[in-house]
């Protein structure tokens, strides 16, 4: 079965630092992969996808992420951390199966939290 | 464009009560999911149907039940509630055709007294 690991439950930066928020899996087969971010009290925002395209993959507010299949990875980043970046991150894969169905396998979430 | 809308979006119940919750998807989108999620966890998959009929069902017990109506719009029902069904329930739509991506919506908050 497909499941997910988000390294690092919290994670702290300083202002204008890298983000680096990690995110491995488990298949045999490359997935689709997804980060998604959640802001108190609301639902979650996809950030970006990797679909098996291109293996570096730019999203939303500056955020990007790298399909490492050698490594099982698909670590998150940011060059520079603003304060508005400051929320919970979900690592989710699925597997592709012809639009069967979208049952989305979530990590555990990571907090960011971001330092003046 | 509206979003995926959920309502209600807080919502108190006792144990053993029984609860409904409704969600409709994006314009277009013909396909919806449910997740729970608990505190400090991410979502679980609890069900996703497209065009009426259930297409997928998590690990959660029969007390769990979904529908979809001709409008594509959903309910989730849950009976019997337990202490350990608080959690925010989050509503998903899905376009045909799509790579996998899910549109939330806020969520349900429930919480079981």
């Known amino acids: 079965a497909q499941s997910v690991t988000q390294l690092g439950s919290h994670v702290s930066v300083s202002e204008g630092a890298l983000v680096l928020l990690r995110c491995n899996y488990s298949?045999?087969?490359?997935?689709?992969l997804f980060w998604y971010v959640q802001y108190p009290n609301q639902g979650l925002q996809l950030l970006l996808k990797y679909t098996s395209a291109a293996t570096l993959v730019k999203g939303i507010n500056g955020f990007e992420a790298e399909f490492k299949k050698s490594e099982t990875s698909f670590h998150l980043t940011k060059p520079s951390a603003h304060m508005s970046d400051a929320a919970e991150y979900f690592c989710?894969?699925?597997?592709?199966?012809?639009?069967?169905?979208?049952?989305?396998?979530f990590g555990t979430g990571t907090l960011l939290a971001v330092q003046p | 464009d509206a979003g995926v809308t959920q309502s209600p979006t807080h919502l108190i119940k006792t144990r053993g009560q029984h609860v409904t919750l409704r969600c409709s998807p994006i314009?277009?989108?013909?396909?919806v999911s449910w997740y729970q999620q608990v505190l400090g966890q991410g979502p679980q998959f609890i069900f996703q149907?497209?065009?009426?009929?259930?297409?997928g069902r998590g690990n959660f017990p029969d007390r769990f039940s979904a529908r979809q109506f001709p409008n594509y719009s959903s309910e989730l029902n849950v009976n019997a509630l337990l202490l350990g069904d608080s959690a925010l329930y989050l509503c998903?739509?899905?376009?045909?055709?799509?790579?996998?991506?899910?549109?939330f919506g806020e969520g349900s908050r429930l919480t079981v007294l």
């Open positions: 998903a739509s899905t376009p045909a055709g799509g790579t996998g991506e899910l549109f």
């Open positions: 298949s045999s087969v490359p997935p689709y």
């Open positions: 989710a894969v699925t597997e592709p199966n012809g639009g069967a169905t979208n049952k989305l396998i």
């Open positions: 149907y497209y065009e009426k009929e259930e297409r």
């Open positions: 314009s277009g989108h013909k396909s």
